[in-house]
């Protein structure tokens, strides 16, 4: 509808208090229960008062205002007091129809709600009224009712001024209303915490399910590499069992026509042989007689002839042809009264022959029959010119000479020569008894002697003796000896050693008269080493069978053998005592037995192993000190002497005796495990042998590293395997100091070794063994930080690329800025 169809002289039939009935109507509609007071959000299509007065921006769609019809005019109520009764709001915004809704925004409305609105600090000058409506600036101020709907729409949109309502106390803010709204202040700050600790959560879940991808990624990776190491397994055992199979049927095969062959040449053999036994029936008749044995000797008989055998005197018989005579007989009758005796010619069968032929009695009567005479020939002359020409060493004289020499102090007259040949010449022999092994008896009866009466001088010469007798003896007899030969030897042994190690206990006792006569007087004329190398020979006899070995150390004191593994003795002789403990690695002991039947029996003797461990462990990593005669030992000895320690402990894990004494002992892993950091340090600081010219007969320091290394981590391996229930490692490596960081540096350097250069010699399986140690050990999380500190950007185990890196840093440098 056209605004040219209304005029202003429309707006002067509207009665005065028409707009103050619409304002009331308008105001008691909007108005909310109490309590319900809230601040809305501002938005961009938000109620506001601008300069103009009241506006709202939905009016601006509708149609424009139309006034009322004219009608009756109403009693008004009086001033201030409300309607008599409110008529319901419609379904309109402020309970008017359509066509009742005023249009704020015409210009006699705008200029009669800016006139009646108070300035609220308005700087701006309103504009000139114009004349026509010069009648609304005489109206009268605003009732109460009026002011109360401006006042409700201020702090409904937030725009109250302070002290702007005053003059009216009834429209100032309430308390309650105030404390509505710090309450939803503070619930809304709540709700926001909640939200924040919400969002903190949310960011916590994603982080742990990203953590646990990981784990799945490294235990599916880790499946991945068993699954394919296990495929890998399978085929090669296939591929092996193919190969043996097929190895196993070609030797069947052969071994198949070898017997056929066989067979039949044992069948034409046997058809020769009876063709042959044929040909020689037919050719020497049924009378020849076997010829006697080549082996066997035999009288020449005496040729004799035998009678025909036919009841007629052999004179009268006369070889004549079987016809001669027939013919005879018939012209020849016998006369009556002769005797009936027939003549030999006359008879008519041949006669028979009992003997050879006479070609055959011939060529016998030719042959010469030779008698052989076999001579036994037992050594025992060649073994007794060996003894009387032995010498302990090039240019000494004869041993059987140099006995003569020496004579024990209770009766210097009879040297220990004539004891020696007394001994030989008057013992009683027996079929049992040997010649080196009575000779050795009666050496061990000397030697003992020479001990009671500590008579030194001639031990070497009966050691030397003794262990030249018995050098080309088989071990039956050497192991005769044990219970005489292992007492004496291990006693004489003591006499030195023992005083050494007390001695590198006890300086005190070093510089005391009693070690130095022991040193001038005893280890003058003992030589420990060659003690140590017959013992060690006896040992090895001895180590055939499992009887003999427990003989051998029921005979070995504890004390002598633990003195042995003293780091002052020589390290030669350290080695020879390694090398014989090795051989006690029992089912049911380890080391010297104790030999004593008491209830207590059995606890000395694990003390006794314990010890004995203990000892073995602490030479790995001792410095054995060299004589001060001698130079030092060098780095190459002193890694031999550790690897033969290796040994025995590699040998005490053959049993399930030896690996649970152990793998119980409390420091044994831990050392281990110190043992192994400390080589795999030196093994980087030492010159590699590859592409080095090697020494003949000698091996290198970094060859010698690597089998440390080798070596210990089997040993770790088979313990924490085979053991694990009876193993806690972290309780173990706890024994050691820094033992768990030792245990982490060491295998992750095994583990993740290219086996190059320096790690050149590395065993693939040890390796591997690495790897599942430290898989059994750690977690995923430590293993993933263990991955990522070890691989390299251009590594052969990293995983990172160089590309990688690269993007990396280009990010962090468009990070940099911000």
Same mark, same amino acid.
């Given at each position: ?30 108005? =909310?229960? %109490? ?29 424009? #205002? ?9 009693? /008004? ?26 249009? /704020? ?82 619930? /809304? ?42 495929? =890998? ?213 000397? #030697? ?96 055939? =069978? ?6 051998? #150390? ?248 160089? %590309? ?15």
């Amino acid at each position: 509808m056209d605004e040219d169809d209304y005029g202003d002289d429309d707006l002067d039939a509207i009665p005065d208090n028409t707009l103050q009935q619409l304002e009331h109507t308008a105001f008691t509609s909007t108005q =909310r229960a %109490k309590g319900n007071v809230f601040k809305p959000q501002q938005k961009a299509s938000i109620q506001t008062y601008g300069n103009t007065g009241l506006s709202r921006a939905g009016n601006a769609n509708r149609n424009g #205002w139309r006034p009322p019809q004219p009608r009756k005019a109403t009693p /008004l109520p009086a001033h201030n007091a409300p309607p008599a009764s409110v008529p319901e709001p419609p379904s309109s915004d402020y309970g008017f129809d359509d066509e009742d809704v005023i249009d /704020l925004d015409e210009p006699s409305t705008v200029a009669q709600s800016t006139s009646a609105l108070p300035t609220r600090g308005r700087t701006e000058p309103s504009p000139p009224v114009p004349a026509r409506n010069a009648q609304f600036r005489a109206k009268p101020p605003l009732d109460p009712e009026t002011e109360a709907a401006f006042a409700a729409a201020d702090a409904e949109l937030g725009a109250q001024v302070p002290e702007q309502w005053k003059h009216a106390p009834h429209l100032q803010p309430r308390a309650d209303e105030n404390a509505d709204v710090s309450a939803l202040q503070a619930r /809304l700050a709540e709700l926001e915490t909640e939200q924040a600790h919400l969002r903190q959560s949310e960011q916590e879940a994603r982080n742990a399910a990203l953590r646990k991808e990981g784990e799945i990624a490294i235990v599916r990776a880790n499946q991945e590499k068993a699954t394919k190491e296990y495929e =890998r397994r399978i085929a090669v055992m296939q591929k092996l069992h193919a190969d043996e199979a097929a190895k196993q049927k070609a030797e069947l095969e052969a071994q198949r026509k070898e017997r056929e062959k066989m067979e039949t040449d044992n069948r034409f053999l046997q058809h020769d042989l009876a063709q042959e036994a044929e040909r020689t029936k037919r050719l020497t008749g049924p009378g020849k007689a076997r010829a006697a044995p080549t082996g066997r000797v035999e009288t020449p008989r005496k040729n004799k002839r035998t009678g025909l055998g036919d009841g007629f005197d052999d004179d009268e018989v006369r070889m004549v042809s079987p016809s001669k005579s027939r013919e005879k007989s018939r012209e020849q009758t016998p006369k009556v009264g002769a005797k009936r005796k027939r003549p030999a010619q006359d008879s008519p069968v041949a006669p028979l022959s009992f003997s050879r032929p006479a070609a055959e009695e011939s060529v016998e009567q030719q042959q010469v029959v030779v008698e052989q005479v076999v001579v036994q020939d037992d050594g025992r002359y060649a073994f007794m010119q060996r003894m009387m020409n032995h010498r302990p060493y090039e240019g000494h004289e004869r041993t059987v000479e140099a006995l003569t020499k020496h004579a024990f102090p209770s009766n210097t007259k009879k040297s220990l020569n004539s004891l020696l040949m007394d001994d030989i010449a008057f013992s009683v022999h027996s079929s049992e008894t040997t010649l080196p092994l009575k000779l050795s008896q009666i050496m061990l009866k000397l #030697w003992r002697r020479c001990l009671e009466e500590k008579y030194f001088n001639a031990i070497y010469l009966l050691l030397d003796m003794v262990r030249c007798a018995l050098r080309l003896e088989l071990s039956e007899t050497v192991v005769l000896l044990l219970e005489e030969a292992v007492p004496i030897c291990v006693r004489t042994i003591d006499l030195v050693a023992i005083p050494v190690a007390r001695a590198s206990l006890y300086p005190s006792y070093a510089s005391s008269p009693e070690y130095q006569s022991i040193q001038t007087d005893v280890a003058a004329h003992i030589d420990v080493d060659e003690m140590l190398d017959f013992l060690k020979q006896l040992c090895d006899a001895a180590s055939l =069978r499992a009887l003999n070995v427990e003989l051998f #150390w029921r005979h070995v004191e504890f004390t002598s053998m633990l003195g042995m593994l003293n780091k002052a003795q020589p390290i030669s002789q350290i080695t020879t005592a390694l090398q014989i403990l090795a051989t006690s690695t029992l089912t049911t002991t380890f080391g010297p037995i104790y030999q004593s039947v008491d209830e207590d029996g059995a606890q000395r003797q694990l003390k006794q192993e314990r010890d004995t461990i203990e000892r073995l462990t602490s030479l790995l990593f001792d410095m054995p000190e060299a004589p001060k005669d001698e130079p030092a030992y060098t780095s190459r000895e002193i890694y031999e002497l550790r690897i033969e320690v290796l040994g025995v402990l590699k040998a005490l894990c053959l049993n399930e005796h030896g690996g649970l004494l152990l793998s119980q002992y409390r420091t044994a892993i831990g050392r281990l495990i110190r043992f192994l950091d400390g080589q795999v340090c030196k093994l980087y600081d030492t010159r590699p042998s590859l592409g080095l010219t090697p020494i003949p007969n000698e091996r290198s320091i970094h060859s010698l590293l690597i089998e440390t290394v080798n070596t210990t981590v089997r040993l770790i391996y088979h313990l924490l395997r085979t053991h694990s229930e009876s193993i806690n490692l972290q309780q173990r490596l706890c024994a050691v100091k820094g033992g768990y960081h030792k245990f982490l540096i060491s295998m992750t350097r095994i583990a993740f070794s290219d086996r190059f250069v320096l790690e050149e010699g590395l065993d693939e399986e040890v390796v591997e063994a690495a790897h599942q140690i430290l898989d059994s050990v750690l977690s995923p999380e430590e293993g993933e930080a263990i991955v990522k500190a070890v691989e390299t950007p251009r590594g052969t185990k990293g995983t990172r690329t160089e %590309k990688d890196t690269e993007s990396e840093g280009d990010e962090a440098m468009e990070e940099e800025p911000g």
